[in-house]
């Protein structure tokens, strides 16, 4: 199976990579990202692609026009809309072009599994020769499907957002030494001031280490390191 996620900010495209690797049905498949609709239609295995994972607001070409570009060369994957837009003639345009879901950023962790659980169940039904109305009911309402057992999902303090709560959890996880405040707003390209927010929260749970640096002269630094045993503490807030 291959995957295509469409979306031009390379740290969300990194989240939702990082969101299928995640789940054990997707860990297999061959996940390609591109920045662009423009890209994304000069792939030459585009009819390859079985889901795409699909921005709205793109540079050149937008989610829908790139679905009408799809059709005009009959080409029909299943599309999962993510995107900030949340007014009713955006939503109207993808169902009409039959998207599967529409996801409005910032997502939880869980209503991205949700999505794509509803593919899987898809695909469950695409490999049958004849379907019954439990197969329907599956796929249409989720019926006779266990949700995705969750932690209780816990309110982040005012004035952060989970979509940059992600982009700075993935930004830190890949960063192997001791890093300092400065370290994360360069990986991330946000402020100094917003990460300082991030960073002093994800200390408070216990998902962040810290210790002062003395450097000769001038202040103090403050490095800080990811901590094992507070991984979990972090899994309300996604």
């Given amino acids: 199976m291959k995957i295509l996620i469409i979306e031009d900010d390379p740290m969300v495209r990194m ?12 860990q297999t498949v061959t996940i390609v990202e591109c ?7 000069a792939l030459p295995d585009l009819a390859q692609y079985e889901l795409i994972l699909l921005d709205m607001y793109l540079p050149q070409l937008s989610g829908t026009e790139f679905l009408a570009a799809l059709l005009k ?3 029909h994957p299943q599309v999962i809309m993510m995107t900030a837009a949340n007014d009713q003639q955006t939503l109207k345009e993808a169902v009409n072009y039959g998207v599967l879901d529409f996801l409005i950023k ?22 049958k020769h004849t379907v019954s109305q439990q197969d329907l009911d599956s796929l249409f309402q989720g019926g006779g499907v266990a ?10 303090p005012k004035g952060l957002t989970k979509l940059s709560l992600q982009r ?22 946000l402020s100094r001031v917003s ?17 002062i640096v003395y450097q000769g002269s001038g202040r103090p630094l403050t490095k800080f390191r990811l901590d094992e045993t507070g991984k979990q503490a972090l899994k309300p807030y996604l």
Avoid: C, W
């Fill in 35 to 41: 920045e662009s609709a423009v890209a994304a239609l």
């Fill in 195 to 211: 990460t300082k927010k991030y960073i002093d929260f994800l200390a408070t749970i216990g998902f962040l280490s810290s210790q």
């Fill in 168 to 189: 700075i959890v993935t930004a830190l996880q890949a960063l192997e030494a001791d890093f300092s405040n400065q370290d994360v707003a360069d990986k991330t390209g």
């Fill in 106 to 127: 910032p997502f939880t962790f869980a209503r991205f599994e949700q999505a794509m659980m509803k593919f899987t169940r898809l695909q469950v039904v695409d490999d």
């Fill in 15 to 26: 989240i939702n990579h990082k969101f299928l690797e995640r789940i054990a049905a997707f």
């Fill in 147 to 156: 949700a995705p057992q969750t932690a209780q999902t816990k309110a982040l």
């Fill in 73 to 75: 060369r009959q080409l």
